[in-house]
Protein backbone atom coordinates (compact mmCIF):
# COMPACT_ATOMS: atom_id res chain seq x y z
CA UNK A 1 0.00 0.00 0.00
CA UNK A 2 2.86 2.92 0.78
CA UNK A 3 4.12 2.10 -3.22
CA UNK A 4 0.84 2.50 -4.21
CA UNK A 5 0.79 5.98 -2.58
CA UNK A 6 4.07 7.11 -4.21
CA UNK A 7 3.36 5.22 -7.61
CA UNK A 8 -0.19 7.81 -7.57
CA UNK A 9 1.57 10.92 -6.02
CA UNK A 10 3.79 10.62 -8.44
CA UNK A 11 1.74 10.74 -11.56
CA UNK A 12 -0.02 13.47 -10.35
CA UNK A 13 4.41 15.12 -10.34
CA UNK A 14 5.07 13.11 -13.58
CA UNK A 15 1.75 13.64 -15.33
CA UNK A 16 1.26 10.32 -16.23
CA UNK A 17 -1.32 7.67 -15.29
CA UNK A 18 -0.86 4.17 -14.41
CA UNK A 19 -3.50 2.27 -16.75
CA UNK A 20 -4.74 -1.39 -15.60
CA UNK A 21 -5.84 -3.72 -18.47
CA UNK A 22 -6.99 -7.30 -18.25
CA UNK A 23 -5.80 -8.34 -21.44
CA UNK A 24 -2.61 -6.43 -21.71
CA UNK A 25 -1.32 -6.26 -18.08
CA UNK A 26 -0.10 -3.23 -17.13
CA UNK A 27 0.93 0.30 -18.99
CA UNK A 28 3.64 1.34 -16.84
CA UNK A 29 4.27 5.23 -16.62
CA UNK A 30 6.89 6.88 -17.29
CA UNK A 31 8.30 6.34 -13.88
CA UNK A 32 7.65 3.48 -12.47
CA UNK A 33 9.17 1.64 -9.37
CA UNK A 34 11.52 1.93 -6.76
CA UNK A 35 14.57 0.53 -7.65
CA UNK A 36 18.21 0.06 -6.72
CA UNK A 37 21.04 1.06 -9.37
CA UNK A 38 23.53 -0.59 -8.13
CA UNK A 39 21.51 -3.99 -7.31
CA UNK A 40 22.41 -7.31 -9.08
CA UNK A 41 18.78 -7.11 -10.28
CA UNK A 42 17.12 -3.39 -10.59
CA UNK A 43 13.89 -5.47 -11.25
CA UNK A 44 12.60 -2.37 -14.06
CA UNK A 45 9.12 -2.90 -15.87
CA UNK A 46 9.86 -5.06 -18.72
CA UNK A 47 6.43 -6.58 -20.13
CA UNK A 48 5.38 -2.80 -21.41
CA UNK A 49 7.61 -2.73 -24.30
CA UNK A 50 9.13 0.21 -23.23
CA UNK A 51 12.49 -0.02 -22.05
CA UNK A 52 13.83 1.43 -18.10
CA UNK A 53 16.48 2.46 -16.72
CA UNK A 54 16.70 2.35 -12.82
CA UNK A 55 18.27 5.99 -11.91
CA UNK A 56 19.61 7.11 -8.68
CA UNK A 57 17.21 10.19 -6.56
CA UNK A 58 20.55 10.74 -4.20
CA UNK A 59 22.07 14.06 -5.04
CA UNK A 60 24.92 14.03 -2.45
CA UNK A 61 28.40 15.34 -3.67
CA UNK A 62 31.98 15.75 -2.79
CA UNK A 63 33.63 19.17 -3.28
CA UNK A 64 36.65 17.72 -3.89
CA UNK A 65 38.73 21.27 -4.04
CA UNK A 66 37.31 22.42 -1.02
CA UNK A 67 40.61 21.27 0.82
CA UNK A 68 43.22 23.03 -1.32
CA UNK A 69 41.18 26.41 -1.03
CA UNK A 70 41.65 26.31 2.42
CA UNK A 71 38.00 24.91 3.65
CA UNK A 72 37.06 21.48 5.11
CA UNK A 73 36.06 18.71 2.66
CA UNK A 74 33.21 17.95 5.41
CA UNK A 75 32.04 21.23 5.59
CA UNK A 76 29.07 21.71 3.51
CA UNK A 77 26.71 18.89 3.16
CA UNK A 78 25.33 19.33 0.00
CA UNK A 79 27.33 20.51 -2.06
CA UNK A 80 25.76 21.88 -5.74
CA UNK A 81 27.49 18.81 -8.05
CA UNK A 82 29.38 19.18 -11.56
CA UNK A 83 26.92 20.38 -14.39
CA UNK A 84 24.37 21.64 -12.32
CA UNK A 85 26.03 24.89 -11.14
CA UNK A 86 28.57 23.40 -8.59
CA UNK A 87 31.90 21.67 -8.54
CA UNK A 88 30.64 18.65 -6.31
CA UNK A 89 31.76 15.37 -7.37
CA UNK A 90 28.18 13.00 -7.30
CA UNK A 91 28.85 10.29 -4.87
CA UNK A 92 26.07 8.53 -6.05
CA UNK A 93 24.66 9.55 -9.21
CA UNK A 94 25.62 10.50 -12.32
CA UNK A 95 28.74 8.41 -13.43
CA UNK A 96 28.61 6.40 -10.16
CA UNK A 97 24.74 6.17 -10.56
CA UNK A 98 25.97 1.99 -10.19
CA UNK A 99 26.99 3.05 -6.57
CA UNK A 100 23.24 4.12 -5.54
CA UNK A 101 21.24 1.48 -3.51
CA UNK A 102 18.28 4.13 -4.03
CA UNK A 103 16.50 4.92 -7.49
CA UNK A 104 13.29 4.48 -9.18
CA UNK A 105 13.27 2.80 -12.38
CA UNK A 106 12.75 5.76 -15.72
CA UNK A 107 11.53 5.36 -19.45
CA UNK A 108 14.30 6.06 -21.04
CA UNK A 109 13.15 9.12 -23.40
CA UNK A 110 10.93 10.13 -21.15
CA UNK A 111 12.26 13.11 -19.54
CA UNK A 112 13.11 16.78 -21.09
CA UNK A 113 16.36 17.68 -22.23
CA UNK A 114 16.21 20.77 -19.74
CA UNK A 115 15.92 17.85 -16.80
CA UNK A 116 17.81 15.08 -17.75
CA UNK A 117 21.56 14.33 -16.83
CA UNK A 118 23.94 13.43 -19.68
CA UNK A 119 26.33 11.82 -17.59
CA UNK A 120 28.02 8.40 -18.36
CA UNK A 121 25.72 5.67 -16.79
CA UNK A 122 22.97 8.00 -15.77
CA UNK A 123 22.59 9.77 -19.00
CA UNK A 124 18.34 10.97 -19.81
CA UNK A 125 18.35 9.92 -15.95
CA UNK A 126 16.26 13.26 -13.82
CA UNK A 127 18.53 15.48 -12.08
CA UNK A 128 18.47 14.57 -8.37
CA UNK A 129 17.88 17.00 -6.08
CA UNK A 130 17.77 17.39 -2.21
CA UNK A 131 13.86 18.44 -0.81
CA UNK A 132 15.50 20.83 1.91
CA UNK A 133 17.38 22.54 -0.47
CA UNK A 134 16.84 26.25 -0.22
CA UNK A 135 15.89 27.71 -3.26
CA UNK A 136 19.58 29.14 -4.38
CA UNK A 137 20.73 25.88 -4.48
CA UNK A 138 17.40 24.34 -6.12
CA UNK A 139 17.50 26.90 -9.51
CA UNK A 140 21.16 26.08 -9.45
CA UNK A 141 20.59 22.33 -9.65
CA UNK A 142 17.47 22.17 -10.91
CA UNK A 143 16.88 25.24 -13.05
CA UNK A 144 14.48 28.37 -12.48
CA UNK A 145 10.77 27.76 -11.94
CA UNK A 146 11.40 24.13 -11.01
CA UNK A 147 10.25 22.19 -7.65
CA UNK A 148 12.17 18.55 -6.33
CA UNK A 149 9.91 16.39 -4.99
CA UNK A 150 11.11 13.90 -2.90
CA UNK A 151 10.48 10.41 -4.34
CA UNK A 152 9.31 7.65 -1.67
CA UNK A 153 8.52 7.90 2.09
CA UNK A 154 10.25 7.56 5.11
CA UNK A 155 9.42 4.75 7.29
CA UNK A 156 9.35 4.45 11.03
CA UNK A 157 12.60 2.55 11.21
CA UNK A 158 14.29 5.61 9.63
CA UNK A 159 13.47 8.07 12.83
CA UNK A 160 16.42 8.66 15.63
CA UNK A 161 15.37 9.98 18.86
CA UNK A 162 17.01 12.54 19.69
CA UNK A 163 17.24 13.87 22.80
CA UNK A 164 18.49 17.58 21.92
CA UNK A 165 14.59 18.25 20.40
CA UNK A 166 12.14 18.89 22.46
CA UNK A 167 11.17 18.99 25.78
CA UNK A 168 12.17 15.56 26.43
CA UNK A 169 13.67 14.32 22.98
CA UNK A 170 11.82 14.14 19.59
CA UNK A 171 12.03 11.36 16.97
CA UNK A 172 13.55 12.71 13.40
CA UNK A 173 15.06 11.63 10.15
CA UNK A 174 18.46 9.96 11.12
CA UNK A 175 21.37 11.47 8.93
CA UNK A 176 24.67 10.27 7.84
CA UNK A 177 26.23 13.19 10.87
CA UNK A 178 24.50 10.52 13.33
CA UNK A 179 26.68 7.51 12.98
CA UNK A 180 28.79 6.12 15.22
CA UNK A 181 32.41 6.14 15.00
CA UNK A 182 32.37 9.29 12.36
CA UNK A 183 33.31 12.55 15.28
CA UNK A 184 29.46 12.30 15.25
CA UNK A 185 27.90 14.68 18.23
CA UNK A 186 24.87 12.27 18.44
CA UNK A 187 26.28 8.77 17.91
CA UNK A 188 22.58 7.46 17.31
CA UNK A 189 23.07 4.44 14.73
CA UNK A 190 25.34 1.85 13.52
CA UNK A 191 23.86 2.53 9.99
CA UNK A 192 23.62 -1.04 9.56
CA UNK A 193 22.07 -3.75 6.69
CA UNK A 194 18.70 -3.66 8.65
CA UNK A 195 18.90 -0.84 10.84
CA UNK A 196 16.94 1.18 9.27
CA UNK A 197 13.99 1.36 6.08
CA UNK A 198 15.37 3.37 3.69
CA UNK A 199 18.76 4.48 4.44
CA UNK A 200 21.14 5.20 1.65
CA UNK A 201 24.61 2.73 1.73
CA UNK A 202 23.58 0.95 4.38
CA UNK A 203 27.32 -0.32 6.16
CA UNK A 204 29.08 2.41 4.21
CA UNK A 205 30.32 0.18 1.74
CA UNK A 206 29.92 2.14 -1.18
CA UNK A 207 30.96 5.17 0.31
CA UNK A 208 34.93 3.00 0.75
CA UNK A 209 34.34 2.24 -3.32
CA UNK A 210 34.04 5.80 -3.99
CA UNK A 211 36.59 6.89 -1.63
CA UNK A 212 39.08 4.38 -3.30
CA UNK A 213 37.91 4.89 -6.55
CA UNK A 214 39.40 8.55 -6.34
CA UNK A 215 42.21 9.41 -8.73
CA UNK A 216 45.34 9.81 -6.26
CA UNK A 217 46.24 13.65 -7.97
CA UNK A 218 42.70 14.19 -5.85
CA UNK A 219 45.10 12.75 -2.27
CA UNK A 220 48.18 13.99 -3.58
CA UNK A 221 46.89 17.76 -5.54
CA UNK A 222 44.49 18.55 -3.45
CA UNK A 223 45.66 17.47 -0.19
CA UNK A 224 42.99 15.55 1.02
CA UNK A 225 42.94 12.76 3.24
CA UNK A 226 41.68 9.36 2.47
CA UNK A 227 40.38 9.24 6.24
CA UNK A 228 38.81 12.66 5.53
CA UNK A 229 37.25 11.68 2.15
CA UNK A 230 35.43 9.05 3.30
CA UNK A 231 34.43 10.46 6.74
CA UNK A 232 32.91 13.42 4.53
CA UNK A 233 30.64 10.48 2.41
CA UNK A 234 29.71 8.74 5.33
CA UNK A 235 28.45 12.00 6.57
CA UNK A 236 26.57 12.54 3.55
CA UNK A 237 24.47 9.27 3.47
CA UNK A 238 20.40 9.86 4.06
CA UNK A 239 17.49 8.19 4.47
CA UNK A 240 14.50 8.88 2.16
CA UNK A 241 13.69 12.36 3.26
CA UNK A 242 16.77 14.14 1.32
CA UNK A 243 15.79 12.23 -2.01
CA UNK A 244 14.13 13.34 -4.92
CA UNK A 245 14.29 14.70 -8.67
CA UNK A 246 14.00 17.97 -9.91
CA UNK A 247 10.62 18.55 -11.58
CA UNK A 248 9.01 21.28 -13.80
CA UNK A 249 7.19 23.89 -12.07
CA UNK A 250 3.63 24.98 -13.09
CA UNK A 251 -0.19 24.63 -12.40
CA UNK A 252 -1.62 21.51 -11.46
CA UNK A 253 2.63 20.20 -10.60
CA UNK A 254 2.98 19.87 -6.94
CA UNK A 255 4.96 17.20 -4.54
CA UNK A 256 2.60 15.00 -2.74
CA UNK A 257 5.27 14.68 0.55
CA UNK A 258 5.45 18.51 0.80
CA UNK A 259 1.94 19.50 1.33
CA UNK A 260 0.92 21.20 4.81
CA UNK A 261 -1.05 17.90 5.94
CA UNK A 262 1.45 15.72 5.25
CA UNK A 263 2.87 13.87 8.32
CA UNK A 264 5.94 11.73 8.10
CA UNK A 265 6.79 8.74 9.66
CA UNK A 266 8.92 10.72 12.56
CA UNK A 267 6.43 13.17 12.92
CA UNK A 268 3.76 10.53 13.49
CA UNK A 269 6.11 8.43 16.40
CA UNK A 270 5.70 12.07 17.87
CA UNK A 271 2.07 12.37 17.85
CA UNK A 272 1.67 9.13 19.28
CA UNK A 273 3.75 9.63 21.85
CA UNK A 274 2.70 12.86 22.67
CA UNK A 275 6.23 14.25 22.48
CA UNK A 276 5.85 17.85 23.19
CA UNK A 277 7.87 20.36 21.45
CA UNK A 278 8.76 18.76 18.24
CA UNK A 279 7.28 21.33 16.03
Known amino acids: MRLLKILLGHTVVFGVAILVSS ?6 PPTAFRCSPGGDSPNCPTE ?11 PAALDLRS ?13 KYQGRGGTGTPIFSGGNNPLSKSGMCVQVGSVPPTLALADVNAAGCPIPCNPSWG ?4 NAVCGQGT ?3 QTTEIEFEDCVLDPNMGDNGCYRPVVGTDIMGTNSSTN ?7 KHATHQDPSGTNCEVFVAGLP ?3 YSGQGIDPGDALRACYHRLTVADRRGFCLGGGPGVFCPLAQPNYRD ?7 LELRQGCG
Open 188 to 194: LTNWGGS
Open 216 to 218: SSV
Open 265 to 271: ACEQRND
Open 48 to 58: SGAVYQCCSDD
Open 67 to 79: SANGGDIDATVSP
Open 23 to 28: SCGVNY
Open 147 to 149: ICC
Open 135 to 138: TNDL
